[in-house]
């Protein structure tokens, strides 16, 4: 099973850019990466999803390495209203052999400063 | 946009009562989801389900079971509840077969068990 390891939180001021490492060590082959971002009282809300090297989308970009044990997650400028707890999942497709067993990281607690 | 709804926001039950927490896609699609989030552990699956009447075990699912009849629908019960249920619970829904495809979440059923 990919387990992964994140920060438990972070802080930082707006209009910084804040990158977000997450640790899976035992990736399979099959699995992708994907990040959720959580306000309080809401459920998770999706932002981007990757597999290897660089995605990008409208906010933010998704960094792998070619060994894929880690992947950062980047947030251009951040503004106040980015303050939320960010996840990070590995998951592979129904059947894929990894147990069909989906690993949410802890999350991350990204706190966003003025 | 999708859109994911539960029963009820909040529940409150008392031990060995058995407890239904419904969940309602209108997207139609295959892959339905159910979690539950606990301050440390983040989010952890109890069950998904695949197709109508398909379901699969996810990493904590002793104590509760699940049902599919329509495909728009998923229920998670709790046979007889315990106080280690009191739990923030929240369902998903996919289209993509498999775990890659992009999750979208309900707002979360709080529950206590008393």
């Known amino acids: 099973l990919a387990k992964t390891t994140q920060p438990i939180s972070m802080d930082s001021y707006e209009g910084q850019e804040v990158n977000i490492t997450c640790s899976h060590n035992?990736?399979?082959?099959?699995?992708?990466i994907t990040w959720y971002q959580q306000f309080p009282s809401q459920g998770p809300r999706f932002i981007i999803q990757?597999?290897?090297t660089k995605v990008t989308n409208e906010v933010a970009s998704l960094f792998i390495p070619a060994d894929r044990k880690s992947s950062t997650l980047s947030l251009p400028r951040v503004s106040l209203s980015d303050t939320a707890v960010y996840y990070c999942l590995v998951g592979g497709p129904y059947g894929s052999g990894n147990t069909g067993k989906l690993i949410f990281g802890q999350g991350t607690t990204l706190q966003v400063k003025p | 946009d999708v859109k994911v709804t539960q029963s009820s926001r909040y529940l409150v039950k008392r031990t060995g009562e058995k407890v239904f927490l419904e969940c309602v896609q209108d997207m139609d699609h295959e892959n339905m989801f159910w979690y539950r989030q606990d301050p440390g552990l983040g989010l952890r699956l109890i069950y998904f389900s695949y197709d109508v009447k398909m379901k699969e075990k996810g990493d904590i699912p002793e104590g509760y079971s699940v049902s599919r009849e329509k495909k728009e629908r998923f229920s998670l019960i709790l046979e007889s509840a315990s106080t280690n249920q009191t739990s923030m619970y929240l369902c998903?829904?996919?289209?993509?077969?498999?775990?890659?495809?992009?999750?979208?979440f309900g707002p979360g059923t709080r529950l206590t068990v008393t």
């Open positions: 990757g597999y290897k």
């Open positions: 035992n990736i399979a082959t099959n699995d992708y």
């Open positions: 998903a829904s996919s289209l993509i077969q498999g775990y890659q495809g992009e999750q979208y």
